[in-house]
């Protein structure tokens, strides 16, 4: 079956920091994949969505590739702002299928 | 708009109590569903809806019960409720099955004792 496997956290960071959440999936076909961001106390919003393969998305600073050979959509950002910890999930969604599988979500943590 | 909404907010019930988390979107969204937030498990599909008077199981929907008479309105109701139903629970719409991008509301934090 389809499933989503992304990287434990926590993650914890300086500020301006490289960022990278890793992201694989397996899927029959060509899925759709998305990340969310969920904001302390608040429900999970859109960050980014790829429909097909060699797909780049980026939004507020952070960008993911659709890679179908190595079946990932690592999550990046350039430098981490003060703003941004919450906690990241990676998702995907086969074309033929209802549901949205989601992976077990990373927290991303920036020292004071 | 005003998106999906949930209440109550908070929650909490001693094992046994029945009560209903309540779910609207004013997105004329065709699709509805119910997920459930436990540590380390990411979301697990409760129940959802593909329209109104149509309602599916998802992955762990033992102990809840959901109905979907209006478009607009997808209560979960817990029967009697166990500790093992401690979690947060988020409802989501999207347009339609097909579609790909969803909306969550910003969830019910349920305690029980």
């Known amino acids: 079956g389809n499933s989503v496997t992304q990287m434990e956290g926590p993650v914890t960071l300086s500020e301006e920091a490289f960022l990278t959440i890793n992201c694989t999936y397996t899927?029959?076909?060509?899925?759709?994949l998305f990340w969310y961001v969920q904001y302390p106390g608040e429900g999970l919003q859109l960050l980014l969505k790829a429909t097909k393969a060699d797909d780049k998305e980026s939004n507020k600073g952070f960008e993911a590739t659709y890679r179908k050979e190595t079946t990932s959509f690592h999550l990046e950002k350039g430098s981490v702002q003060v703003s941004d910890p919450a906690v990241y999930f990676c998702?995907?969604?086969?074309?033929?299928?209802?549901?949205?599988?989601f992976g077990s979500g990373t927290r991303l943590s920036i020292r004071p | 708009n005003a998106g999906v909404t949930q209440t109550p907010k908070f929650q909490v019930l001693k094992t046994g109590q029945s009560m209903t988390l309540q779910c609207a979107q004013d997105?004329?969204?065709?699709?509805m569903s119910w997920y459930r937030q436990d540590p380390g498990m990411g979301l697990r599909l409760i129940h959802y809806s593909v329209g109104a008077g149509i309602t599916d199981q998802g992955e762990v929907p033992n102990g809840y019960n959901v109905s979907r008479s209006t478009t607009e309105d997808f209560p979960l109701r817990l029967l009697s409720a166990a500790p093992s139903q401690t979690s947060v629970y988020f409802c989501?719409?999207?347009?339609?099955?097909?579609?790909?991008?969803?909306?969550f509301g910003p969830g019910t934090r349920l305690t029980v004792l």
């Open positions: 997105m004329n969204h065709e699709y």
């Open positions: 989501a719409s999207r347009m339609t099955v097909a579609t790909d991008t969803q909306y």
């Open positions: 899927a029959t076909g060509y899925p759709s």
């Open positions: 998702a995907l969604k086969d074309s033929s299928a209802s549901k949205i599988i």
